[in-house]
């Protein structure tokens, strides 16, 4: 084989297998996918998987496991189908759906979750292999089934999926097979059951089976199936093993027995019932499910000799039965059908007798109250399962189980329903107790009593009595034997069956005798007493069920051998009592002849017999021919007896009424009596205690009854009753009659069909109009106004509609609907409309409804009742009940004949009826979704005919019409925008959408046809229109793609889009308006922008293009379309706020539009200009919907940065100040509130000192609300300075201060707030001078490379760092946010491969502010505390300084030819502003000679000295510390002032002759030399008027380096001397500066380089804390090479590291050595005032302080350390070209630039990894046109299937988890 070649039979098939792709022609596979086979090539198949159709590969053949499957279709539109079961199919739907969620939840954490789904799709993955094996038994499979239908709906439920709807049967409805009505019920029972289901598992009732629970409530009986598997005893004997259910409360056995005989080999006797020994209880109901415990009890009888430890030395006697022991298990749960496992054998611990006179029922409850059993391992096993039914059904339902082989032992009781034919006369007799006298014997007697059935001749009755079922009948039953007890309590009941007919001739006859061990004496022992009670009373009636106290009389072998002599004797003691003998004295021992034994015998009896009563008056009705003169009698007391008895002879009670009736027929004696009685069994069936026995009365109507002539008296008798319904007498009796009016009637017609099968319609005419004249007189009864009858009238329209079915069998049923109209319309108006309607119901209900022609008189009664009844809103259940209904049945397609002409007199007469009835409704009543239901029922089966004629339903009044489109309108968009059924009812909201589009373009085609003219044109209509179609269009439920996969499959599939349809269809309505376009503008602007902001791309570019025909309207209007433009660009912002728009839009839209646009004659420039605005402001508004997702609120600030700035670009004010807020709150989220600040100025700077009433755009928030505008702009300027003196910009507060002043001063007059304004400014200028406040780093960062997005890609930002916040920690938050971007290593400019190349590279340093002072300060003594607020605030450029050198390297001095080059960066904003970020708009550099760098370094040093010593003049309390280190920095020898350098470099003869230029410099620099002395000299003084005792010794040696080194540099370069006044120098500074903070502990190096801070990684990057730069750059501290690196390689670092931190400590021994005295931290804790606000956001200050000296030089050193690293929060950054608002709060107009929008995060961060969903545009190349070609043919061998030892993963569809 060289080619693919197409499959034929291998086309369907499951992978078994992960496979992942390889190349570009593999199609990867996830264990569990489902592939489609289209080709097959030497072990390769090439196809696709059924979750991504169009991805076609190829993938080994042995990793697909084949499945059969019908293909429909060829080619392109082949598809294949599973052949498998509906439900398996659903099966593996669900678990592909739920697995996905599943995996999400793993990925989410959420374990509780996550394991309840585990074991949910286990259980389903478990069921399906079931159902697939097919080897499961119907019964269990149809359970099976109801069990996985009712866990995926349970499951769907929990995962938030839709609702499942089914029918009966648990198959899945088709909504299109399906009434609507239907569907609705449907979703009601659905929902109710997984809300039970829901609640049983919170109440903790995990196993219980709703299904299996609704069985039971529905099935009156059913039965406990068992199979004894084995005995595991150690018996020894023969034994019978008698099994029964067990009421343990009432302590009494509630079934007969089961019986099995078991050998002492330790197998059943009969072996041929080895492994096969069943029994099924029977008549179980639901009386027995309330009992609070049932168990299950087996009893063991040996049988054998008395004592098993017996030896046979001698002879024992043999086959006495002797108690041994019993198992009892608990089988509560598997009755109520808690527990259902058949499989499970189940093992009945054995409990034996503790001795040989220990009772059984003792035993038995004693294992029952015990919690545990020392059983020994003996025990019975056995399995149990609940069947339902009685014993005929689960023959018929369950085969495989119950057999003709099954032993069937019965309820001791009648079952719930006792079915006419099923005779059962059986009698049980419980062996209870008695009391034996030892007579002669030394010991009590061991009594055994036989028992035996006789009849009154003395013949015994053979085989009549049964210890249990599964054995024979016996002819004499013999007790167990306890040996040596005066007192036995056997407890042991038997069954006995007589024929009906010998009952009355028997009696029970019990025998004595007492029974011996040994055989030789057990045979001389004799019978000493006898016992008996007869079956049946003097009276007839059957032996009374209880226990009865038996007279034992002394046995007399002469006189008791015959029957006839003892039967005439008192069988029980009230008998005996009855005759007028004692039971005390000496009488009682003597009866006659027969001598009355001391012994006392009870027995218990229950009578379960359909034949025999034991009640008397029952019995005399039964037997009423015997004596006819109590026939009147007897059919009172009929009403009397009991109704247990009565249903139990149901049969032969109705028999004998209709006997009298039949054999009187001439006589009416007799009639009302019998049609009473009549009524009596109706109702007691009908009562709810019998209810069960309704089958019996019909089976009895139906196959036994015979009383051809009963229906003539029946009539009379009732009609009678009617007549006379207002006689008090009556009322009751004919209240009976109507509640039993459907049987009645049954046996009516019944009695009518024998009498014409009889004589071939007879009497037809005289039927008939009894019939009539019944029918008149309860309409008659009806009109009447009688409160009387109310009762009697409700009953009535209660019961009638009963007997529709039947009497329509033997009526004319068109004539039946007149007479029921009738009915109905004499019922009192106002009175009975509740029963009313239900009667309705009923009828609709009825096979007369079904019928056209009686549907024709009917239903008009029925509409005009409900139309006045829903008009009134009288019982809107019950009518939305009836209206269900009628629809239902118009729905059906077969049996009801045409329907066409009854749907329109519905829309006719109830559809707007309806409408309002919906309307007037809240969404909180109960049945409103009946109602909307009802609507949508009648829309659905409106035809296109129906519509057309429902215009000509309202005659020629045109605003009926009109009212009746806006009725419905306004209704159907309310139900879409508030839907008013639950979200997961997806089916039913599909049917009520398809419905409702049918619906609204058949009125579409109304509003063309005749409302569109200019005479009928109505706007507020078609306004309506337009609205209610954009609405169905938006609606939550139509968006497909929120969907999953599967789901939008099948709703594409069954429904198609419908946002498609009645798109176009808003476009054809729109463009058929014609000239009536421009009264829409702008008010369809906002919907028709909805509609195209569906994610639709057909329904776009249909529909996008009306914007141009709304502007083209406009324009030809005004000359202008300015409406259409203000709202588009208000509603857009709305929109794709809200979630709608992407970037396909925003091209469509652009395309779309510039088309139109260009091709129109006026509309070219401007449109244009409207489109690319639109654009640029869609752009903007993606953009800041895609971050405001992201964490990181800084990417959001820079966003609503770029969306605030373009709506104030094109003069938007109110959507302007609506983002200045955004961006306020964000501010404030961040305690960003100097950024806070400034927004909020922004919309102060908008505002003016007037009384100017506020526009209510500006009111935009409701804690800036004023009704003037300088109301207002003082609200905020109060926040504005709330926020300033947060951020600690006590300035900026301070100026705001200024001007709100004036107008309190000047304009308001508010003294009392400008009061206040005045104290808080007083307290900014004490913060000022007194509060030291952090100085934040600047840093530079720049984004190179094509990975970045295009606003951010190669450009430079400005960064203002946090409070404390290093270079370090600022570079970690930049690379979360990007964690693919590499790090560059230089702070050279990149060069073109790498800002072309298509990773991330990110430049980060620090750059040094340039002070620009306000001009109020230049040239004055200011205090350096007030200055440093400017040294990084209100800044704009920084610079960075480099060192490079030039010409070749100097050993001597290498400081010649180094020199700096100095870039400076002018940001397009001051910093801070209203981000703490801002694009570099200009870089310019320049390079400063080694002699500049000299002059400016030794320049510097100079101003850090004098600052040092004002500080220290202004406060003595200052800490001397940072001042020893500087001083000695300088001054130390080593060093010597660090000129020396200086001296070598440029004060020689070469340099100057080499640059002549320079001279002017040098002198210069001499002359800051010299300038250097004097500040030193004062440093110096004061140095020694603070030094300690302690550091005196340093002092001494201070004074003497500098004195050496005054004398060398006043010698070469002069004296100089500063001010000799201290107070001029010193000023008006206040004597102490309050400091908020204390210098830090752990030593920290400086950088070197330059002013500008050279810092690597291994070097701080900050400046001295208070501003200045505390050395020189010295030539010893350069680098021998170029400095251009700034990190190197990490081990470098490391190293460096490492060696810093050697020599730190080195300098801290040194210091610890020479100032081991001094309490450095003690000096700083007195003046502490911390003023920062600590918050996670701002960490507090180091407490510290550092003290470090540097060994080469030996000087001392002061800097801050590092913080401890603030919360790593990630950042992103966004820019955008073309802003020009002053962000500092101030006009600029001068700027051009904007602040840099942040960039769009993706995943992590990673803009290397852009996806289409994250809507940013990147420029890629297309690929290159190819032709289609074919798959190309493998060139590997498929692999081999994976070892199975190594596939440890647990997975549904796609492997989830993995080990």
Not at 557 to 584: F, I, Q, R, V
Not at 1461 to 1474: H, S
Request: charged share 25%.
């Amino acid at each position: 084989m060289t080619r693919w070649v197409p499959s034929k039979r291998e086309k369907y098939g499951v992978a078994i297998y992960n496979y992942d792709s390889r190349e570009e022609v593999d199609l990867p596979l996830q264990i569990g996918d489902t592939v489609h086979i289209l080709e097959t090539y030497e072990g390769w198949y090439r196809g696709s998987t059924h979750r991504r159709k169009a991805k076609k590969g190829i993938f080994p053949a042995s990793y697909i496991q084949l499945k059969e499957a019908t293909v429909e279709g060829k080619g392109l539109h082949e598809t294949v189908i599973p052949n498998e079961l509906p439900l398996v199919q659903e099966v593996t739907t669900t678990l592909r759906e739920w697995s996905s969620i599943w995996r999400q939840l793993y990925v989410n954490d959420s374990r509780e979750m996550f394991n309840r789904v585990r074991r949910m799709m286990y259980d389903l993955i478990e069921w399906r292999s079931q159902i697939l094996s097919g080897t499961l038994p119907q019964d269990e499979l149809k359970e099976l089934k109801q069990k996985v239908t009712a866990k995926i709906d349970y499951g769907n439920r929990i995962l938030d999926l839709d609702l499942v709807v089914r029918d009966e049967d648990g198959n899945i409805l088709d909504p299109d097979q399906t009434s609507t009505i239907s569907l609705f019920r449907a979703h009601e029972m659905a929902l109710k059951r997984i809300e039970e289901r829901i609640e049983e598992e919170k109440s903790q009732k995990q196993n219980i089976d709703i299904n299996r629970q609704a069985k039971f409530a529905a099935t009156p009986s059913f039965s406990l199936f068992v199979t004894l598997k084995n005995v595991v005893c150690k018996i020894g004997e023969d034994a019978e093993v008698l099994m029964s259910l067990y009421d343990p409360i009432m302590s009494k056995f509630i079934s007969e027995n089961y019986l099995v005989r078991w050998a002492s080999s330790g197998l059943p006797k009969d072996i041929d019932r080895l492994n096969n020994l069943k029994a099924v209880f029977t008549d179980l109901g639901s009386k027995d499910l309330k009992r609070e415990k049932i168990s299950f009890v087996c009893q063991i009888v040996r049988v054998g000799r008395m004592e098993l430890k017996d030896n046979n030395t001698k002879k024992f006697t043999t086959g006495l039965r002797r108690p041994f022991g019993v198992a009892v298990m608990d089988v509560t749960d598997i009755i109520t059908g808690k527990v259902d496992d058949e499989d499970k054998q189940h093992f009945i611990p054995f409990q034996p007798v503790a001795g040989e006179n220990d009772f059984l029922q003792t035993v038995i409850n004693k294992v029952i109250a015990a919690k545990e059993v020392n059983h020994k391992g003996q025990g019975l096993w056995v399995t149990l399962k609940l069947l339902l039914g009685d014993v005929h059904q689960i023959r018929k339902d369950f085969p495989h189980l119950v057999d003709r082989t099954t032993a069937v032992a019965r309820k001791m009781g009648f079952p719930e329903i006792i079915m006419p034919g099923d005779v059962r006369n059986d009698i049980y007799v419980t062996l209870m107790l008695g009391e034996f006298d030892k007579g002669n014997k030394t010991t009590s007697k061991n009594v055994e009593v036989t028992m035996m059935v006789y009849d009154e001749e003395g013949k015994r009755l053979e085989n009549v009595i049964f210890p249990g079922a599964g054995d024979d009948g016996i002819s004499e039953y013999k007790s167990v034997i306890y040996y040596q007890v005066k007192q036995p309590r056997w407890f042991e009941t038997v069954k006995v069956a007589i024929p009906i007919e010998d009952v009355n001739r028997s009696h029970l006859r019990f025998t004595f005798r007492h029974r011996s061990s040994q055989d030789s004496k057990d045979k001389s022992e004799k019978i000493f007493a006898l016992a008996f009670v007869k079956l049946m009373r003097y009276d007839g009636t059957t032996l009374r069920d209880g226990e009865h106290d038996l007279i034992v009389y002394k046995w007399d072998a002469k006189k008791l051998e015959d029957a006839s002599l003892y039967l005439n004797l008192p069988a029980t003691k009230p008998m005996l009592e009855e005759k007028g003998y004692s039971m005390t004295g000496k009488n009682m021992h003597n009866f006659g002849n027969f001598a009355i034994s001391k012994d006392s015998f009870q027995i218990s009896t229950l009578v379960c017999s359909t034949k025999l009563t034991q009640n008397v008056d029952l019995l005399g009705l039964l037997k009423w021919r015997s004596n006819t003169n109590l026939l009147q009698q007897n059919l009172r007391q009929l009403m009397k007896v009991d109704g247990e008895e009565v249903v139990k002879f149901l049969q032969d009670t109705l028999d004998a009424l209709f006997n009298i009736m039949m054999e009187n027929s001439d006589s009416d004696t007799f009639d009302t009596l019998v049609f009473d009685s009549l009524v009596f069994i109706i109702g007691l069936i009908a009562d709810r205690k019998f209810q069960h026995f309704n089958p019996v009365l019909e089976t009895y109507i139906r196959k036994h009854f015979s009383a051809t002539l009963a229906y003539t008296k029946l009539t009379t008798v009732l009609k009678n009753y009617v007549d006379n319904s207002e006689k008090p007498n009556v009322t009751d009796q004919l209240f009976k009659a109507m509640k039993s009016l459907e049987y009645v009637f049954k046996f009516i017609v019944r009695s009518r069909i024998l009498f014409n099968q009889l004589y071939e319609d007879k009497g037809e005419s005289d039927f008939m109009d009894s019939l009539r004249q019944l029918f008149r007189s309860i309409n008659d009864m009806m009109c009447s106004t009688s409160d009387q009858t109310v009762i009697v009238k409700g009953a009535a329209l209660k019961y009638l509609p009963t007997i529709v079915n039947d009497v329509k069998l033997v009526f004319d049923p068109k004539e039946l609907s007149k007479l029921f109209t009738d009915f109905i319309h004499n019922v009192p108006p106002g009175r009975l409309v509740r029963q009313k309607l239900y009667c309705l119901i009923e009828i609709v209900h009825s096979d007369l409804f079904t019928q056209h022609d009686c549907r024709d008189i009917l239903l008009p009664m029925m509409t005009e009742q409900l139309k006045h009844h829903l008009e009134n809103r009288e019982e809107l259940e019950a009518c939305c009940h009836l209206l269900s209904n009628i629809l239902e049945v118009l729905y059906r397609k077969d049996g009801v004949g045409p329907t066409q002409r009854h749907v329109q007199i519905i829309m006719e007469k109830l559809l707007r009826t309806v409408n309002r009835t919906v309307i007037s409704m809240g969404r909180d009543s109960e049945i409103i979704g009946n109602f909307v239901a009802c609507m949508t029922a009648i829309l659905r089966q409106m035809e296109d005919y129906h519509y057309a004629h429902l215009i000509k339903t309202y005659g020629k009044m045109r605003s009926d019409v009109v009212d009746f489109l806006m009725e419905t309108f306004i209704m159907f968009k309310d139900l879409i925008g508030k839907n008013v059924y639950l979200a997961d009812w997806v089916i039913m909201n599909m049917m009520q959408n398809k419905v409702f589009l049918r619906a609204i373009n058949q009125y579409a085609g109304m509003l063309n046809k005749t409302f569109l003219d200019q005479a009928n044109f109505e706007l507020q209509l078609w306004n309506n229109y337009f609205h209610l179609a954009v609405a169905f269009l938006t609606q939550e439920s139509l968006q497909l793609e929120n969907f999953s996969s599967a789901k939008r499959a099948k709703i594409i599939s069954k429904y198609g889009d419908m946002r498609r349809q009645i798109g176009f269809e808003i476009r054809d309505m729109w463009y058929n308006l014609g000239q009536h376009k421009i009264k829409f503008i702008p008010e369809m602007v906002g919907p028709i922008l909805e509609m195209t902001l569906i994610p639709e791309t057909e329904l776009r570019k249909a529909t996008i293009a009306i914007f141009f025909d709304m502007m083209q309207c406009e324009f030809h209007s005004t000359r202008s379309f300015q409406m259409f433009e203000n709202e588009i660009i208000t509603k857009l912002d709305h929109e794709v706020e809200g979630g709608r728009g992407d970037e396909q839009y925003k091209v469509l839209f652009e395309k779309i539009l510039l088309e139109h646009c260009r091709k129109h004659k006026y509309l070219a420039k401007n449109g244009e200009n409207f489109v690319m605005l639109v654009v640029r402001l869609m752009e903007r508004l993606l953009d800041y919907r895609t971050i405001m997702h992201d964490e990181n609120k800084e990417n959001r600030m820079s966003c609503t940065v770029n969306v605030l700035n373009f709506y104030k670009e094109i003069e938007r004010e109110e959507m302007y100040i609506r983002y200045l807020y955004k961006l306020c709150d964000l501010h404030k989220e961040c305690d960003n509130y100097t950024e806070a600040a400034y927004t909020l100025l922004l919309n102060a700077k908008l505002l003016k000192w007037s009384e100017q009433p506020c526009a209510a755009h500006l009111n935009q928030r409701d804690e800036y609300q004023a009704q003037t505008q300088g109301h207002l702009k003082e609200q905020l300027y109060q926040e504005i300075i709330h926020y300033f003196d947060k951020g600690k910009m006590w300035e900026e507060a301070i100026s705001l201060g200024k001007e709100l002043a004036e107008q309190y001063e000047n304009e308001l007059f508010d003294y009392e707030q400008l009061s206040r304004l005045l104290q808080k400014q007083a307290q900014f200028y004490e913060n000022i001078v007194r509060v030291i406040r952090a100085k934040p780093d600047y840093f530079a960062v720049g984004y190179y490379g094509q990975g970045f997005p295009s606003f951010i890609r190669n450009k430079m930002f400005i960064y203002r760092g946090k409070e404390y916040e290093r270079r370090e920690d600022f570079e970690a938050r930049l690379f979360t946010i990007f964690p693919n971007a590499e790090k560059m290593k230089t702070t050279s400019p990149p060069s073109d491969d790498i800002k072309n190349s298509t990773g991330q590279y990110i430049q980060c340093f620090t750059v040094q502010t340039i002070r620009e002072l306000p001009p109020k300060f230049k040239n004055k003594n200011v205090s350096e505390q007030i200055l440093s607020f400017y040294t990084v605030n209100e800044v704009q450029r920084f610079q960075y300084s480099r060192p490079i050198r030039k010409g070749e390297k100097d050993p001597d001095n290498e400081f010649a030819n180094m020199w700096i080059e100095r870039t400076t960066y002018v940001t397009a904003y001051k910093l801070p502003g209203i981000l703490r970020w801002f694009e570099v708009k200009s870089v310019s550099m320049v390079e400063i000679s080694p002699l500049e760098n000299a002059m400016e370094t030794m320049q510097l040093t100079n101003q850090k000295i004098n600052n040092m010593v004002q500080q220290h003049m202004n406060d003595p309390n200052l800490p001397i510390n940072p001042l020893s280190m500087l001083l000695n920095g300088i001054v130390d020898p080593a060093v010597m002032g660090g000129f020396t350098n200086y001296e070598k470099a440029f004060f020689t003869e070469k340099y100057l002759q080499e640059h002549p230029e320079d001279h002017e410099k040098i002198e210069k620099l001499k002359d800051l030399i010299a300038w250097q002395i004097p500040f030193l000299n004062e440093g110096v003084r004061i140095h020694g008027e603070k030094v300690t005792e302690a550091l005196r010794p340093f002092h001494e040696r201070l004074e003497t380096c500098f004195k050496q080194l005054k004398e060398k540099v006043e010698k070469q370069y002069g004296v100089k001397t500063c001010s000799a006044n201290p107070d001029e120098r010193r000023g008006s500074r206040p004597r102490s500066m309050v400091r908020s903070f204390t210098m830090p502990s752990t030593p920290r190096p400086l950088s070197v380089a330059s002013v500008s801070s050279m810092s690597s990684d291994s070097t701080p990057s900050r400046p001295g804390s208070d501003g200045f730069i505390l050395e020189p750059l010295l030539p010893k501290k350069m680098h021998s090479r170029s400095q251009d690196k700034l990190d190197r390689d990490e081990m470098d670092k490391d190293k460096r590291e490492r060696k810093k931190e050697k020599r730190n400590s080195r300098h801290q021994e040194m210091f610890d050595k020479e100032f081991k005295t001094t309490d450095i931290s003690g000096q700083s804790t007195e003046a502490v005032i911390l003023s920062e606000t600590i918050s996670p956001l701002r960490p507090q200050r180091p407490k510290s302080q550092v003290i470090s000296i540097m060994a080469p030089e030996k000087r001392f050193t002061s800097s801050p350390v590092s913080t401890p690293g603030t919360p790593k929060a990630k950042l992103t950054f966004s820019l955008q070209p073309g802003l020009n608002v002053d962000l500092n709060g101030a006009d600029n107009s001068e700027q051009t630039g904007i602040p840099p929008p942040l960039p769009v995060k993706g995943n992590s961060g990673d803009y290397g990894t852009l996806t289409e969903s994250q809507e940013l545009t990147i420029s890629i190349t297309p690929p290159l046109h190819q032709p289609r070609l074919p798959p190309p043919l493998p060139s590997k061998t498929p692999p081999p299937p994976p070892p199975k030892t190594t596939r440890k993963q647990t997975s549904v569809d796609s492997g989830i988890v993995q080990y």
